[in-house]
C-alpha cells in the first residue's frame, strides 16, 4: 500500500486533512513524552519528525528495499541512530 500511496504522491494533508491534523497531534504528543524521557534529541520538532519518516519511505522506495527486510531494517536504524540524543 506505501509503494501506491508514494507512487501516486499521496498528500495525507490535501486528502484528509482533519486526519492529517490528528496525526500531527498524536505525534506531537509522542514526541513530548519521549523529549520528557531523555529519548530523543532536544531539537528534533514535530515538522522535523515527520518529514524524516517521509523521507525514510522515499529512501526506502528509492533502494527498493520494500522487498528487502534486512534493506529497509538498515535504512530505519540509520534514521533512528540519527534521532538518539548525542552524548555530550
Given amino acids: 500500500m506505501k509503494s501506491a500511496l508514494a507512487a501516486a504522491e499521496f498528500d495525507l494533508r490535501t ?3 482533519s486526519v492529517a491534523a490528528d496525526l500531527t497531534r498524536q505525534v ?3 514526541l513530548d513524552r519521549a523529549h520528557a524521557a531523555g529519548a530523543v534529541r532536544h531539537d528534533l520538532t514535530v515538522e522535523g519528525l515527520m518529514a524524516l519518516v517521509a523521507g525514510a519511505f522515499a529512501a526506502i522506495r528509492h533502494a527498493n528495499a520494500e522487498t528487502s527486510r534486512k534493506r529497509s531494517a ?3 536504524q540509520l534514521i533512528l541512530d540519527g534521532l538518539r540524543p548525542q552524548p555530550r
Fill in 74 to 76: 538498515h535504512i530505519a
Fill in 15 to 17: 486528502a484528509a486533512p
Fill in 28 to 30: 506531537a504528543d509522542l
